[in-house]
Every structure is written in C-alpha cells, then in structure tokens.
C-alpha cells in the first residue's frame, strides 16, 4: 500500500506564495493529484498530473495561480500555489485521482480510501 506523505503547508497573506511537496512511500508510477478540503466542504481536486508529466488539469479556481509538477527521479509531485486567496484555505492532500482526464476533470478517491496522508494546512489570512 502506498502512502502519501505532504509537506509544505503554512500560513501565509493573500498574495503570498507557497509550495507543497508530496512523498508517496513507495513507486508512483501513477497519475498524481492535489486535492483539498475546506471545513464543512467536500474533497475537491485542485490539479492532476500524468504519469509522464506531459498532461495536467486544474480547477477553474485555481488556473493561472497554481502549477503541479512532479519529478519521476525522485519520486516527488509538486504544487506551486501563487496568488494565494483567502477562499484557498483547506488541508491539502496527495495521491493519485479515482478518475482523471487531461483538462476535463481530477476525481479524489473515496475519503476510507487508505492511501490518504495527513494532508498539509494552508491557511491564507486577508
């Protein structure tokens, strides 16, 4: 069983920047995802990448301020998240989507799915 390891997370002001990085514990050879949950909200995913690096998506919230990266050597997804707003407060998760099309959609897997890490916090002040 693989298992996601994020960091990264903060507090920052709106505008501020921040970058996450997710460990996964073992190979993943997978297309990797960033989703995140807001209190009282459901898991979202925020953007998705290919096995390859070669595909991505992102939520409409998120284009333009947010970039997933991920560096196969090294076995690490990044998210670069710029322009941070107050509305981008949520833990943020790891782990490869249920369902994924390039540039349509990034689907979390259930929430009892075991592969879910702690996720990291990112708080985003005014």
């Known amino acids: 069983q693989v298992r996601m390891v994020e960091s990264g997370g903060g507090s920052v002001q709106a505008g501020g920047s921040l970058r996450l990085t997710c460990a996964p514990s073992?190979?993943?050879?997978?297309?990797m995802g960033w989703f995140r949950q807001a209190p009282g909200k459901e898991r979202e995913g925020v953007a998705c990448?290919?096995?390859?690096?070669?595909?991505?998506y992102y939520a409409d919230s998120v284009t333009g301020r947010f970039t997933i990266s991920r560096d196969s050597s090294k076995n690490i997804v990044y998210l670069q998240m710029d322009s941070l707003k107050p509305e981008d407060t949520a833990v943020y998760y790891c782990?490869?989507?249920?369902?994924?099309?390039?540039?349509?959609?990034?689907?979390?897997?259930?929430?009892?799915?075991?592969?879910w890490g702690q996720g990291t916090q990112v708080t985003v002040s005014e």
């Open positions: 990448i290919g096995s390859s690096g070669g595909t991505t």
């Open positions: 782990a490869p989507p249920d369902q994924y099309s390039s540039d349509e959609y990034c689907k979390p897997l259930t929430d009892d799915d075991a592969t």
């Open positions: 073992g190979r993943s050879l997978y297309a």
